[in-house]
């Protein structure tokens, strides 16, 4: 993997990310080698087959200061949004009696921290196939911290004069980056009706991001992505209309959902990866996103 360290992702020069000590390109076939083998002499060729030596696989960056993964472990309990229904699982193969294990999932493009294609919410827009990887590597971050609002109230949102305080403080949003709400919501996620939050009145209630908030970004700057730390880029209230998805995903732009650890990435100087799984004629997929701290 060659990621450029700090600049600009699209100049040719880059800096090799790929952790010491790990070797580029063999290592898969040899697996693929040693499991043909293993195939031939029978399954308990495969057992055969040992761990790396302890630290072999650990990441010794040269050119950034951490990773923060944004993303939470897929769990047959992770909430839900009431459109969807929780993931299922089980599993088919054991190693005890069939010499592998697997598990065989049933989720929705949406379960999880996922990113959503502007087909999502536009008849005729681009898929998650669609998406080029230079729209989904190394964005610089922008983190719009609403967490103290928050946790006085469920429904606020990321407004126009959050925008207008973080770019005081911090300067204007780059170009092709992605703005993303830290709320603080992603420490309810092991109580799902917490993070769901449904009221008295059958809404659920979260924050999300103002749709005047998301016009503003899409007249005055150019931003790639929106992202948030709860089940859904609008408020959780806005249950019929869903006006940031509309005009968001509308405008050719994608969104990040279920996003974990923003408190731990800056406000500014991060870059974004989130790749999502590129399901066939996708609305959305899920990925592993982190942030490449500088
Ligand atoms: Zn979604």
Redesign the pocket.
């Known amino acids: 993997m060659c990621v450029p360290a700090h600049a600009d992702l699209h100049a040719s020069a880059c800096t090799d990310l790929r952790p010491t000590g790990v070797s580029a390109g063999p290592s898969r076939r040899r697996f693929l080698a040693s499991a043909a083998a293993g195939a031939a002499v029978g399954i308990g060729g495969l057992t055969a087959l040992r761990p790396a030596p302890a630290g072999a696989a650990k990441l010794s960056f040269t050119a950034a200061g951490g990773l923060v993964d944004l993303t939470h472990t897929i769990t047959d309990t992770f909430p839900w949004?009431p459109a969807f229904s929780p993931a299922q699982r089980r599993t088919v193969y054991r190693v005890e009696t069939n010499g592998f294990y697997a598990q065989q999932w049933e989720v929705w493009e949406?379960t999880g921290t996922?990113l959503?294609a502007p087909a999502?919410f536009l008849a005729g827009g681009r898929h998650v196939t669609d998406l080029g990887l230079d729209e989904l590597v190394g964005l610089p971050i922008a983190v719009i911290d609403v967490a103290a609002r928050a946790a006085q109230d469920p429904n606020t949102a990321v407004t126009v004069t959050d925008l207008a305080a973080y770019e005081k403080l911090y300067g204007r949003i780059p170009d092709g980056s992605a703005v993303l709400m830290h709320s603080a919501w992603a420490k309810r996620v092991p109580t799902p009706g917490a993070y769901q939050n449904v009221g008295t009145d059958g809404r659920l209630h979260f924050p999300g991001f103002d749709p005047e908030a998301v016009a503003w970004l899409l007249a005055n700057r150019d931003v790639r992505g929106i992202g948030v730390d709860t089940l859904?880029l609008d408020l959780g209230r806005a249950l019929e209309e869903f006006p940031v998805h509309v005009n968001w995903l509308g405008a050719d732009r994608w969104?990040l959902?279920n996003l974990a650890n923003l408190d731990k990435v800056p406000p500014r100087g991060a870059r974004l990866v989130a790749a999502p799984t590129p399901y066939q004629d996708g609305s959305?997929g899920q990925c592993r996103a982190f942030a490449i701290v500088a």
């Open positions: 949004y949406h996922h959503e999502h859904s969104g959902e959305a």
